[in-house]
């Protein structure tokens, strides 16, 4: 498996590093995370230990009435695990519940969610809550909080309930419905905890694109160069990259889709200026170092204290280049743009220089999605000849990873194939992993521990689509209708592997057609595809695709067919063609209850076990418009109602 050396091809990447938010307020000073679900109405704020496994939020809502907050399964309101809580004068109330469907989620028996404080403030409610990770709850009613995508449901209503006393103790809380609601995906362990201080002496500079024209189609890939020089103090001695936020031209976040930035030299004046689409523009800069990547819903990445992107210096790249993904479906006329990224760095080095791969799939038409899959799996690897060649003895580490699709992914799994002590190779605990991947909020995970990549290691990312509600093939592409399948590991020490993708060669299509194609469709297929004629949608469009197509589409593509697997540097890149090898599912040992850091709960406020003391009353009155419930903490109201206290 020699690497064989072909000239280097531009390519045009998405990546998406995000995270965090923003408010005014005491509570972004004290949470390092945070993120607007409902802008100008509700705000939230976490912070969390991975020693301890708990978590800490906050949550900010314009409302003197009651704030609803959860934890989702899937989106919906069955299932959820939430809280509900308000203040009323100096007395502020809340409780731990279980949503078993579309009505008001009664109390849980035993409370795994605590409050820490409850005020309001200029109109605004603020609630501050803790849970574990893991709270071990009996009956099940509590979701545990994982890395990756959790779906985050909210509400409120402007009205006060009504509580009141009896003569037993018990309380009766009468509930307006909710004025608002919503849904958002939210990975709640991906950032960097107690992300280090920024010195004040540090500097900023942008690179950014300047009142652009945003062509009225689809789809706009916009390019713009900068030199360096002229735009970072004394560039010629070393910089270190210490953070790198977005700059959002404030009308236009629903069309920048995401942002690149890359670093490169041999540019002319020519190159420079207000830009152009990038399919016009052949600068050499799209194979490059990868700087900086942003995508929708994002907001800063900050490396950790010990590990900075060092640029300048005598050997340092002279330009930068933005990339932008306008994304206007409607096609929209009279956009203009100034979108880009700052950049936050120091004068002096950190302990690790740090560098941005790029993994996956080749961004073409060989990657080919069938119509009709509940979750089609497309593989892609690094193969051993690329780290073998770039990684040091030591390895590099892996500290923050992105994972990349489009629309119709639903997870993806980035993980390490080792040859063992008896050269069997097998899957390591995954790099990262997300089975509730959300297109809309594409996070980056600084991760729990590094992981260490050898020389002879293989980096594998699987992919999984659905396309139930597709009618024909989906290929790969640069448009969001399209799709990628991409991860981007952020590591040290920095490398010259800029990226390694790869893609299928269709080498097993005969065996395919042979057994899984019409013989009146057969021959629209060709029986072969070479490095530069990709498959064609006309040509995959003619079957039916059935389950059984389906999984033998992908057996032979991706589990038993060959790839050209290519990794990247400054002057060239090699590639090998190769299958996947076979190697052993990583399964991960069960987890002793012993090692569960679970709550230890408190009964509920009157001792109530929930859903098992029901009593149905007719206590329900128009008020406004608005139906109310009355409820006893006892006495647990369950209607089914058309208008939902959650989405």
């Not at 279980?98 to 605004?124: E, R, V």
């Not at 009504?162 to 608002?180: A, D, K, R, W």
């Not at 850091?597 to 929930?610: F, L, Q, S």
Request: charged share 20%.
């Amino acid at each position: 498996n020699l690497l064989k050396k072909e000239m280097k091809l531009p390519l045009l990447l998405l990546a998406c590093l995000t995270p965090v938010c923003f408010s005014d307020n005491h509570l972004a000073e004290k949470y390092p995370f945070s993120t607007t679900l409902h802008e100008g109405y509700y705000y939230l704020y976490w912070n969390f230990s991975s020693t301890d496994e708990t978590i800490q939020f906050a949550v900010r809502v314009k409302t003197t009435g009651w704030v609803g907050f959860g934890i989702s399964p899937n989106g919906q309101m069955p299932g959820s695990d939430v809280v509900i809580g308000w203040v009323d004068g100096q007395k502020s109330y809340f409780h731990d519940r279980y949503a078993f469907g579309h009505y008001l989620p009664p109390i849980d028996k035993t409370q795994n969610w605590f409050l820490m404080s409850a005020m309001q403030d200029g109109g605004y409610t603020e609630l501050e809550f803790s849970r574990s990770f893991t709270t071990c709850d009996h009956e099940n009613r509590d979701l545990d909080i994982l890395a990756d995508t959790s779906r985050i449901i909210y509400s409120w209503n402007d009205n006060l309930p009504n509580v009141t006393q009896h003569p037993n103790g018990s309380e009766m809380y009468s509930f307006n419905l909710h004025q608002s609601y919503g849904l958002a995906g939210v990975n709640l362990l991906g950032g960097l905890p107690n992300p280090p201080h920024i010195p004040s002496g540090a500097k900023t500079f942008n690179v950014q694109v300047e009142n652009v024209q945003v062509p009225n189609k689809d789809t706009t890939y916009w390019c713009r160069a900068v030199n360096l020089k002229k735009i970072v103090d004394s560039y010629d001695n070393e910089k270190y990259i210490v953070k790198f936020s977005p700059l959002i031209t404030a009308s236009n976040k629903a069309y920048v889709h995401h942002m690149l930035v890359y670093m490169c030299d041999g540019l002319q004046e020519s190159d420079l200026g207000p830009g152009g689409e990038c399919s016009d523009i052949n600068n050499g800069c799209f194979t490059e170092f990868l700087i900086a990547a942003w995508t929708i819903g994002g907001s800063d990445f900050v490396y950790p204290d010990n590990v900075a992107y060092p640029i300048g210096g005598s050997t340092g790249k002279q330009f930068a280049m933005i990339e932008i993904h306008y994304n206007n479906p409607k096609e929209t006329a009279g956009i203009v743009d100034s979108s880009g990224i700052q950049f936050t760095y120091l004068e002096t080095p950190r302990e690790h220089n740090a560098g941005i791969l790029f993994i996956g799939h080749e961004v073409s038409s060989f990657m080919v999605v069938p119509p009709n899959a509940a979750n089609y799996t497309v593989s892609a690897f690094c193969p051993m000849e690329c780290t073998n060649e770039y990684f040091p003895p030591e390895g590099i580490k892996i500290f923050a990873n992105t994972l990349h699709t489009h629309y119709a992914g639903t997870g993806l799994t980035f993980s390490v194939i080792r040859k063992n002590e008896i050269s069997q190779y097998e899957e390591l605990k995954p790099i990262e992993k997300n089975l509730k991947y959300d297109f809309n909020f594409q996070q980056a995970t600084h991760l729990a521990e590094e992981i260490t990549v050898f020389p002879g290691d293989i980096l594998l990312l699987r992919c999984y689509y659905n396309t139930q509600d597709r009618k024909g093939v989906t290929l790969g592409g640069l448009s969001t209708q399209q799709e990628m399948c991409l991860a981007f590991p952020v590591y040290y020490p920095k490398v010259e592997m800029n990226g390694c993708t790869s893609k299928p060669t269709f080498n097993k299509i005969e065996s395919f057609i042979g057994s899984d194609v019409p013989s009146e469709d057969q021959n629209s297929f060709p029986v072969s595809f070479n490095n530069t004629s990709p498959p064609k949608t006309t040509t995959f469009n003619t079957l039916e695709w059935t389950n059984r197509q389906i999984n033998s589409f992908e057996k032979n593509t991706y589990q038993s067919g060959t790839q050209y697997a290519y990794c990247y540097s400054i002057d060239d890149f090699d590639y090998v063609v190769e299958p996947l090898p076979d190697f052993k599912d990583y399964h991960a040992p069960p987890k002793p209850a012993a090692m569960h850091n679970c709550t230890v709960p408190k009964e509920a406020p009157d001792g109530t076990d929930g859903i098992h003391e029901i009593d149905i009353t007719d206590e329900i009155n128009e008020l406004g418009g608005a139906k109310m419930i009355h409820m006893s903490t006892g006495l647990l109201v369950l209607f089914l109602m058309s208008a939902l206290l959650f989405l």
